[in-house]
């Protein structure tokens, strides 16, 4: 079945650490992908896609992720995490096979002042 | 530009009670879709439109929950009767002409709490 796997449910930091978030699928075929952010009381956002091209893609906020196709993976980075970052985070892919937009189970980071 | 727009906020209602979601995606967007998100968990995807046909239901349980999306602009999600597992934010998205290439924006949401 496809699927989309996010490693860590959890996450806790203290400000200006670095920040990576595990995103895996299981799709045949070309594949779009996304990560959304949800911040407390607030609707789903686009952080940033993946379309095609670069496998690096750059976001909002300094948000960056890179596909690596060969792992099926998907991973976000942050450098430097600040307070207003602690959020949820969902990695999302669209398959061409299915034209259905899937989520993760999202990963709550916590970001300590 | 406006976004999704979703209504009620907030609904509390009780086990076998029935209520309705209303939502108006953003102009010109032809596929609309409607999203389940239990606490602790990803959306999950009910049913997507596209215009005023239905192009994916396979995760709406159809004994109790039913959408349409008459004139192809917005829609409406009924859930009856309400069972306690259905308490979750039920979240309105769209997209310009489908999910492939385009973005899918998404409204605030609706929060169901059955009691």
């Known amino acids: 079945a496809q699927s989309v796997s996010q490693h860590n449910h959890h996450v806790i930091l203290s400000e200006a650490a670095s920040l990576e978030l595990g995103c895996n699928y299981s799709?045949?075929?070309?594949?779009?992908l996304f990560w959304y952010v949800q911040y407390p009381g607030q609707h789903l956002q686009l952080l940033l896609k993946?379309?095609?091209?670069?496998?690096l893609v750059k976001g909002i906020k300094g948000f960056e992720a890179e596909f690596i196709k060969s792992k099926f993976s998907f991973n976000l980075r942050k450098p430097s995490v600040q307070w207003s970052d602690t959020a949820e985070y969902f990695c999302?892919?669209?398959?061409?096979?299915?034209?259905?937009?899937?989520f993760g189970q999202g990963t709550t980071l916590q970001v300590k002042p | 530009e406006a976004g999704v727009a979703q209504s009620p906020r907030y609904k509390i209602i009780e086990k076998r009670q029935s209520v309705a979601f209303w939502c108006n995606p953003i102009?010109?967007?032809?596929?609309l879709y409607w999203y389940q998100q239990i606490l602790g968990q990803g959306p999950k995807l009910l049913i997507q439109?596209?215009?005023?046909?239905?192009?994916?239901d396979s995760q709406l349980p159809k004994d109790r929950f039913s959408a349409e999306r008459l004139k192809g602009v917005d829609s409406t999600l009924k859930i009856q009767p309400a069972k306690l597992e259905d308490s979750a934010v039920y979240l309105c998205?769209?997209?310009?002409?489908?999910?492939?290439?385009?973005?899918?924006?998404f409204g605030e949401g609706s929060w169901l709490t059955v009691v």
């Open positions: 999302a892919v669209i398959s061409s096979n299915t034209g259905k937009l899937i």
């Open positions: 993946y379309f095609s091209g670069d496998p």
């Open positions: 439109f596209q215009n005023n046909g239905v192009v994916d």
């Open positions: 799709y045949g075929g070309t594949v779009n």
């Open positions: 102009s010109g967007h032809a596929t």
């Open positions: 998205a769209s997209s310009p002409r489908g999910t492939v290439t385009n973005t899918i924006y």
